[in-house]
Nanobody, 117 residues
Framework: QVQLVESGGGLVQPGGSLRLSCAVS????????MGWYRQAPGKQRELVAT???????NYADSLKGRFTISRDNAKNTVYLQMNSLKPEDTAVYYC???????????WGQGTQVTVSS
């Protein structure tokens, strides 16, 4: 089994920053791709960013330049630095990891990010 524990969400004013963390534990053999997705009220879950074991990154086009994904393989942790936050960034942010050996997918419980004045 794989466990994902997210942290770092909260309430922030427009223009502010937040850093999300997702610590992965358990059977991590084969975990290659780590990423973040988000789901706003009434909308489908959407990709925010992903990062591979070799630190190749992929971002949603609308978020490039404001969000940065990174990972610390020694800590089995993936981060999402979010800058210049806008009210439309309000959503539940979910950590996701993909096991490329077992072809399985794991999700965190989600962390709420609210951007409001």
């Amino acid at each position: 089994q794989v466990q994902l524990v997210e942290s770092g969400g909260g309430l922030v004013q427009p223009g502010g920053s937040l850093r999300l963390s997702c610590a992965v534990s358990g059977n991590i053999f084969g975990i290659e791709i780590m990423g973040w997705y988000r789901q706003a009220p009434g909308k489908q879950r959407e990709l925010v960013a992903t990062i591979t074991g070799s630190n190749s990154t992929n971002y949603a086009d609308s978020l490039k330049g404001r969000f940065t994904i990174s990972r610390d393989n020694a800590k089995n942790t993936v981060y999402l630095q979010m800058n210049s936050l806008k009210p439309e960034d309000t959503a539940v942010y979910y950590c996701n990891v993909k096991n490329v050996v077992l072809l399985t997918n794991y999700w965190g419980q989600g962390t709420q990010v609210t951007v409001s004045s």
